[in-house]
């Protein structure tokens, strides 16, 4: 019997660890209200590389350990194991037949770690989630227990550092504002790890816990999973207008479950009673939203499964069975993918299994023949080689040369550690099976080793090609494949692999066959595809295609445009809506870039350049922007020419993608933000009276003003106390404020007016550091300096070095005099009569801001209970002469006769800013103590105490 070896490192590249061993694994207190503060999970890249062996964890270890023993049992072959660098190197000798299928067995149950994530509002799944010392919900602990003894998975809870939206802030609101001001939604993330799908089957079931808790009904639904692809459409656009007009989330299972990792068919036995519904097998869809939303969701799903049960059409295809098991293994994001965009499903045979027929099903012939376009042009990026070891001389009296097993089996584990490939050493010939440079670097690793030099050599490397692409590597008359063999003295033939691909086989005696196969692949076609309006297309080949000629012959790169037919024929081409693609030698890429600008030229700039543009929108908001606000989207893609997608519900992606023109998309991404709501959260102490002053109809009143003056709703989220924890425990106490993005500027002034709320109904609040720094940027501010409404939020003008109230110097910081955001009406600076308050004389001082006087821009308020006119700020100061003195300001006679005319008029509009003027409020917070004895407490451990006072005033006095 002929001794069969093989030797390969699976995974072929670096996993992640396992998450955190606790389910809460948060920092210590001081490090958590720091915005970078992240847990003590190593994040890890695709690349990175583990140091040492030590990486390995010894669990892993053993069950590794055990399944090498358990394969060895059940197919009589000798297996061995060794952990290197975070991998698992196996050496499988035997019989053919048993070492594939102990191959097979090893790569679907070793224990490789999947990693997922989900970012969720720490104020789902946490109590206390501000606090120091936050723990998760008894509700949502016992569903994780549940979903990670269902699913074999390991589920963390991670503090992380992130908001959930990645996009700038407005101005007054920070990722972690300590303990006062507005902060974004303090996030934490859900760490998801296991072997095979169950990182997948937890994920999708997490997220359907996260719907349930926000109050969505959830329910299951079984729809056969070769029909899955099929109800989702081609880039899942049949199931976005399910999910648009039913208002619900549709949780898909993973197309390729169960050809990896343990098999989950039933729930089990024992488990909770919530199990009998925890299906977990490849069929079941899980659908969320409103209770007669998902009703019709599920009816709508069954109803187009049954139409398109009857028009499936299944098409059998053969490939390789090493390089089905390679796209399983290491592709399997790709061939997500290809079903995604081709609204097809691929059936692979069970890994290892050596069948080499896959079956794709669709219900459109071109959907079909691209997916395995796609996938065969997928599988020539595997390569395989063989090096034969042949004697040096002929003679029958003397035994050939052999290689001792010893030494076969180390060169073996050497080789395929070293270079990635999979080794394989049968009669004489050792091959090898992987990615290109791998095979290349394992040729020249063989050929150092002294007892391989003492043979000859046969090198053979296999390149599979489309069969489109035989004429163009050729040439004319084969002259570039002549030219390479004449030059590299190796030999080249082509031949016959299917109905789509064929095999080009280049073979050598020594080292010069890697030179012939570089010289190969530098006539590989490169190509890349993109999108034109048919509209212009004869434009741009012009007259018996004059044009494009012209511009082939310029750069050396073949353009082909399809029309309306051949684009239906085919189905696209890299993309589904490309419709030309550019073709030429690899060694001539760096052109088609110059082709591609050249065609486009010619092209209306807001029909040229299609491209898939991104967006971040935290998933939350996607239900709500898919159902209500639909008509809004179909608006922005009629306006702008572009698609918006929403990303697959199950991969829990914040990204959203907009397919446009180059110059459109971006002002759709804008005009969609627009629609996406904006939450921010202010922190407040603990105070027993706090709940019933939320209840109150006046806080009722007060929401409502807001709400209608400023579009801003705020909600308290005031938390009682745990029983566990005692009546004096901290509770949770925030006010979540909520509004549309565009009308983020209000924020500030919300906040503020809040704060005086709570301060005049005796609750604490944080002292704010926001009051100091805000500014405003809104570009339109200066161009309205005079409307001083709610629509158009007003800004100061004044220049950088100005003594701004709403940015105080150092000297006035302790007065914590905090104004509202809007600025004094102008037309107050020119009516100073004895009839009315005198005009600010800040705005006249802007020249002498460094001798500010820093005594006298403060006059204490009335003592009533309701907002009156106020003089403005600096009333204090000794008034300046109104007349010459304010017209010397200006230089030139026209500006001085429009400032004598405006003397002459009535002024109507002096106190136009006095609902947001909060100067009589601030008043009274300095001025409180001395009849309450309460005070803004400066540090939450203050802030908790019995409501004394600071012991001193913060008001300041006037001196003679």
């Not at 091959?431 to 670097?441: K, N």
């Not at 092209?603 to 040229?608: A, Y």
């Not at 807001?706 to 009682?720: A, C, D, R, T, Y």
Request: a neutral charge.
């Amino acid at each position: 019997m002929e001794v069969y070896t093989t030797s390969f490192t699976y995974p072929r590249r670096s996993r992640p660890a396992h998450s955190p061993t606790n389910s809460l694994d948060f920092p210590t207190a001081n490090e958590l209200r720091r915005a970078g503060s992240y847990s003590s999970l190593q994040q890890y890249t695709p690349n990175h590389n583990y140091p040492d062996a030590q990486a390995v964890s010894s669990p892993d270890y053993e069950s590794v350990q055990k399944l090498a023993m358990t394969a060895m049992a059940l197919h009589g072959v000798g297996v061995t194991v060794a952990p290197a660098d975070g991998v698992w190197n196996f050496q499988i000798s035997g019989a053919y037949q048993q070492v594939m299928q102990a191959r097979g067995y090893v790569l679907k149950e070793c224990p490789v770690q999947n990693r997922a994530t989900i970012k969720v509002t720490r104020s789902d799944i946490l109590d206390l989630p501000s606090s120091s010392k936050p723990a998760l919900k008894a509700e949502v602990r016992r569903r994780l227990d549940d979903i990670a003894t269902q699913t074999g998975a390991h589920i963390a809870v991670v503090n992380s550092g992130l908001a959930l939206s990645n996009r700038a802030l407005p101005d007054g609101i920070s990722i972690s504002a300590g303990w006062s001001g507005l902060e974004t939604e303090r996030a934490c993330e859900l760490v998801i790890t296991g072997d095979g799908d169950s990182a997948d089957l937890a994920r999708v079931r997490l997220l359907v816990m996260l719907d349930e808790l926000n109050g969505l009904h959830a329910e299951a639904c079984e729809i056969d999973r070769s029909l899955h692809a099929l109800i989702a459409g081609r880039k899942r656009s049949m199931l976005q207008s399910i999910q648009e007009e039913t208002a619900t989330n549709i949780y898909f299972p993973s197309p390729l479950q169960g050809l990896i990792g343990p098999d989950f068919g039933q729930p089990p036995v024992n488990g909770s009673p919530s199990a009998q519904f925890a299906k977990l097998n490849a069929s079941t869809i899980w659908i969320t939203g409103e209770f007669f939303g998902v009703q019709r969701a599920r009816d709508m799903l069954v109803q187009v499964a049954m139409n398109k049960s009857k028009q499936i059409i299944p098409k059998d295809t053969p490939l390789l069975p090493r390089k089905m098991d390679w796209m399983v293994t290491e592709r399997v994001d790709d061939l997500k993918a290809l079903i995604h965009d081709n609204a097809t499903y691929i059936r692979f045979p069970a890994v290892g299994s050596a069948q080499s027929v896959m079956v794709v099903y669709g219900d459109h012939r071109v959907n079909i023949q691209r997916t395995i376009r796609a996938v065969m042009q997928l599988s020539c990026q595997f390569y395989t080689a063989s090096l034969w070891l042949l004697p040096t001389q002929f003679n029958v009296l003397m035994p050939s040369a052999t290689l001792n097993p010893t030494q076969v089996g180390t060169i073996l584990k050497q080789v395929s550690f070293a270079s990635g490939a999979e080794l394989v050493f049968k009669g004489m010939c050792f091959e090898m099976h992987g990615l290109e440079h791998e095979i290349r670097a394992a040729v020249s690793m063989l050929l150092d080793f002294e007892v391989i030099k003492q043979f000859h050599h046969e090198i053979r490397f296999q390149v599979e090609l489309a069969n489109e692409h035989r004429e163009f590597i050729s040439g004319k008359k084969n002259g570039k494949i002549n030219k390479i063999m004449q030059t590299t003295n190796v030999k080249i033939k082509f031949e016959t692999l299917n109905e789509h691909n064929f095999l080009i086989d280049i073979s050598g005696n020594d080292i010069s066959v890697l030179q012939g196969l570089t010289l190969l692949q530098e006539e590989l076609p490169a190509e890349v595809s993109f999108h034109v309006p048919e509209s212009y297309h004869k434009r741009i080949i012009g007259v018996g295609g004059r044009s494009i000629q012209r511009i082939m012959k310029k750069y050396g790169v073949y353009v082909k445009f399809s029309n309306a037919e051949e684009f239906a024929a085919t189905g696209g081409y890299n993309d589904n809506e490309d419709n030309v693609i550019a073709r030429t030698p690899a060694k001539n890429a760096m052109n088609l870039e110059n082709l591609k600008q050249s065609v486009m030229e010619l092209v209306n700039p807001k029909d040229k350049d299609y491209i898939n543009e991104t967006v971040s929108i935290p998933r939350k908001y996607h239900r709500t922007l898919l159902g209500e606000k639909s008509i809004f989207i179909h608006d922005i893609e009629a306006k702008t020419n572009s698609q918006i997608r929403f990303p697959d519900k199950e991969t829990a992606s914040d990204l959203v993608t907009i397919f446009g023109p180059e110059s459109q998309v971006h002002i759709a991404a804008t005009m969609l933000l627009d629609h996406v709501p904006f939450e921010a959260d202010m922190a407040v102490p603990a105070h027993p009276e706090l709940a019933r002053i939320c209840a109150s109809p006046d806080f009722a009143t007060f929401t409502d003003r807001v709400k209608h003056e400023l579009q801003v709703v705020i909600s308290p989220n005031v938390g009682s106390p745990s029983p566990g924890l005692g009546l004096d425990a901290p509770t949770e106490c925030s006010f979540k404020f909520r509004c549309q993005r565009s009308n983020s500027d209000f924020l500030v002034t919300a906040r503020e007016m809040l704060e005086q709320f709570l301060i005049n109904h005796n609750a604490h609040v944080y002292p704010s550091a926001t009051s100091r720094t805000h500014q405003r940027t809104d570009s339109f501010t200066d161009a309205f300096p005079h409307f001083d409404s709610k629509v158009l939020s007003t800004a100061r003008t004044r220049h950088q070095n100005s003594a701004d109230l709403g940015r105080p110097s150092e000297a006035m910081i302790d007065r914590r005099l905090r104004l509202a955001s809007s600025s004094p009406d102008v037309k107050a600076l020119f009516h100073n009569n004895p009839h009315h308050s005198p005009a600010p004389s800040y705005i006249y001082h802007l020249e002498e801001e460094e001798d500010f006087d820093t005594q006298t821009n403060y006059v204490p308020a009335h003592t009533t209970d309701y907002w009156t006119p106020l003089p403005p700020i600096g009333s204090g100061v000794p008034s300046r002469a109104r007349g010459d003195d304010s017209l010397k300001r200006g230089s030139d006679s026209l500006l001085e006769a429009k400032l004598k005319d405006q003397l002459t008029k009535p002024r109507s509009l002096t106190n136009r800013a006095q609902s947001l003027d909060l100067t009589y409020s601030l008043n009274r917070i300095n001025e409180m103590p001395r009849s309450s004895g309460l005070s803004r407490p400066d540090s939450p451990e203050t802030a908790t105490g019995t409501g004394t006072g600071t012991g001193g005033s913060s008001s300041p006095h006037l001196r003679d």
